[in-house]
């Protein structure tokens, strides 16, 4: 084969996940949680994480959960609770216009984003209101199976 | 060529395809599971996208979010593996609605080859010996009349079948009506297809299987043959070699002949193995698999062609750079398939974290393998672990290198089937050769009694 055919492929050497974007952000927010600080930042050669935290106070003791791993958590759950709305399929992000921003207060269950799958939409929900403290996408990104999308304190 | 290859698989064999991708100049894409996050497929992958959870019905079957990696991350061509959407002609086909090039056969020929009875009688058709029995049965009478017309005894398979499920040895009459019943009712469970055939049963007749590769523009070669006849008493496959030891010349003439015969008669393309059972001057084909095999080393490794590569090569539109004649095979290579199962057990596999792993190493060996010291064996996957391969001028050099090899391989945490292989390769009838299937399992059943 040619040798810029080799080229290319060393190029395109663009990680996706290698526990970058899921595992490391769902750990930091895990951290930042904890820490007590406002915003925390990590760099690892080309990848960069940027987490921030809006400014009420999340108790140490608040767990970070999955929202897709739970989804028949009941309503009535206690205030102060920071949690991960993640990607349930592997495709493209749509966030809704207007966008939402963090720091934004949800009112209710409702739709925010959509990923697109081979042209089907499969909608991502709040799962009740919240104020979102994080976004971890841009419109058009391509996510993964378990990527995080959101943050949200209810 | 392919710029981009998505591989829709894990393990050993990614790792595999992720090789040849990268010798020829391509980039790869590799997909997982949440539990294999820490494989080496992923690592040496260019990009990775996690496709689901551990079970593998929601992510490595997931075919919608396989084929959304693999447009998202601007793939052109999927390479299946074996196992999981290797033999899916409806992935194949979606592959290809999408633009998406499937590094494989024709749909329509998977699709043939994957129902067992149809395979059957193309091939019956295409002049290749198949055992004695019929087409599919309506009913546990009509087995029954086959049976007593073929004589006892029989096997009844699903046409559908794989791994040994929906499939019964019938050694008399009596026995039939409730090994139809139990065997149907399987297959509908585990293949929603309950229709059965009946065929000829075979005393410890030998597994041996015919390598071919075809282009898209009327080339078709063998690349000889594998004697897999050591399995496990579920039929899996534990100990290969090419070429097969103690055949007859002519008859290993005639099944090349037959393979390549069929491969054209198919309009077959890619890499394919035809598999037979023998016994005694005769053959009779058993099936075909449409996709590379687990045991594909011991071919490459006499043959010294990187079959993988081919295949991407054919997917891509190139001819075979090759004809029959400029194959030629040397000396003997042999596989042992290193698994997390123990051998004292009914080779129940076993899941955990790999404490220690030490390959071999040096003259003629090559290992293939995903795992490593710390690595985890998740519950969800075959257990294949590793694939040893020996090559040596002769069977005997083989036979002993690979003795060596496992003498120095060391993988503590699971119990595996290295020291078991040992055993085999050390005793006097696998070593004379032309074992048949029926081999292991008595082997078994002898080293039970001494044990106990």
Redesign the interface.
Known sequence: ?????????RR????????VI??RARALAGALAESGFARLRVRDGETEIELRRAPRTVPAAAALTSLAAEPERAPDRPPDRAEMVSSD????VRLMRPAIAEGQQLEGDREIAYVE??G?RNPVRSRGGGRVSAVFVTDGQ?V????PLFTIER | MFKKVLIANRGEIALRINRACHELGIATVAIFSDADRQSLHVRHADEAFCVGPGPVARSYLNIPNIISAALISGCDAIHPGYGFLAENARFAEIAADHGLTFIGPKPSVIAAMGDKATAKRIMHDAGVPTTPGSGIVASADEALAIAEKIGFPVLLKATAGGGGKGMRAVAAAADLPTAFATAQAEAEASFKDGRMYVEKLLVNPRHIEVQVIADEHGGAVHLGERDCSVQKPSHQKLIEEAPAPALDPQLRDRLHAVAVKATRAVGYTNAGTLEFLVTGDDFYFMEMNTRIQVEHPVTELIYGVDLVKEQIRIAAGEPLGFTQDDLHPHGHAIEVRVNAEDPDNNFSPAAGTLATVVFPGGPGIRVDTHVYGGAMVPPFYDSLLAKIVAVGRSRESAILRMERALGETRIEGVKTTVDFCREVLANDEFCAGGIGVGWLPAFLARRAAVVS
């Open positions: 084969m040619s040798p810029g055919g080799e080229t290319a492929a395109t050497r663009f990680r996706m996940t290698d526990d899921a595992t399929v592997v495709g493209i799958t081979l089907i391509p993964e199976y378990g990527q």
